[in-house]
């Protein structure tokens, strides 16, 4: 496991700002990258992340792609996000781009709190649990940091407060 984050963690100190993240931090803010993001990069993304490091070296932004176990189907379901490291833990926010409901993966992991997750092509299975009040803010804070789009998703939620989970390393 160690070996994994540590290959994780020198992944992560390559990650530089790059053009594409400035045009995904002005337009990923907007409503309709939103409604076309949500149906075309579920697809694209993994896709691209298990072919190579490129969506890490293009976006400038640290993403990982989770598996979960569906909560009703218990179908395997994939999706790749962005994330804040937190000690080991990798922290994941489900804003659903600012949609009235969850993502459908964050009621998999109250379900089921045993995922995986893959990060610079390392596999990592890891326990999610799911971050209460002063932690939310603080992590909150850190996402819209990395991308301010955040803080648009979470005004137009319509006061649903995304649910906001560490995924420590099991």
Known sequence: MTDSLEK???AEARLRVTPMTRVLRVIGRTRAFAR???????II???LMRRSDLIGRLYGL????????GAKSGARRTSPLLY??????????????GQFHHPAWTANLLANPNAEIEVWSQQVNVHA???????????FG??????????DY???CGGRKPRLFLLRPA
């Open 36 to 42: 076309i993001y949500r149906v075309i990069g579920p």
């Open 154 to 156: 979470l005004g137009r």
């Open 129 to 139: 649990e799911q971050v209460q009040a002063q932690e939310w803010d603080r992590l």
């Open 62 to 69: 640290p993403t990982l792609l989770l598996t979960t176990v």
């Open 45 to 47: 993304d993994p896709w």
């Open 84 to 97: 804040v490291r937190d000690g080991e833990a990798f922290a994941v926010v489900g804003t659903n781009f």
């Open 142 to 151: 850190r996402f819209v940091e990395i991308y301010p789009g955040y803080r």
């Open 8 to 10: 994780i963690a020198a």
